[in-house]
């Protein structure tokens, strides 16, 4: 009897095609997770002003991988700072909640600082209006409210200054943001020390000085922070 005519490879072909698509969605997903974690570690060390080519070197691939997952930059901190700005939030809510509400600002405005320290692509968000999504005006919005409270209510305990205003907020913190730009590598801690003046600065009364959390830069910090900003000058505005 003769048996019928088959293709060498046609018994595999079937389980060729079937083992590809997982290997290709596991792929897929390695890509992204690639990507993501390096836009964190991108964004937290240049800020939003790093582009997503910085973003597809940093990673190993190219960058038309990355237009695949993420439209636009934008899309791509959507996707990284959704979180962190809900954070932000409950943050807020929690200074609001403390019984001695001049504990509670104080609070806040050291965690808000910390957070940027610790990645300046969140402080670049917190700060700049252009990054805008619905999660980010809800929680903006839950911010302000709490904060709004929490201010009123520090006044009240008359342990806030009565002419501070809850819109001076975004002002000081725009400040610690040029300090952290100031500090640098060479001294990244430099900022607690501004803010330590500022919100003493911020007292309805007081006897004596609040204590500073850093010491001064040394001669030698200094002498490397202003090397730093004369030698590129267009990158620490």
Known sequence: MRMPTTHPDASHAGTSADCSQPRLRSDAKANLERILNSAREVFA???LDATLADVAKHAGVGVGTVYRRFASKDELIQALFDTRCSEIETIAATAREMPDAWEGLVYFLDVI??????????????MDGRFASDTFARA??????????????????????????????PLLMQVVKMAQKFG?????????????????????????????PVPALSSEQLDHVLHRFQASPDKNC
């Open 45 to 47: 060390a240049q800020g």
């Open 113 to 126: 600082s910390l957070r940027m320290a610790d990645n300046r692509g969140f402080g670049d968000l917190l």
């Open 140 to 169: 903006r919005a839950g911010i302000a409210q709490h904060t709004a409270a929490l201010v009123n209510r520090a006044k009240e305990q008359g342990t806030l200054r009565s002419d501070f205003e809850v819109n001076d907020i």
């Open 184 to 212: 640098g590598d060479e001294a990244p801690q430099a900022y607690r020390r501004a803010l330590g003046f500022m919100i003493d600065g911020l007292c309805a009364s007081r006897t004596g000085h609040r204590e500073l």
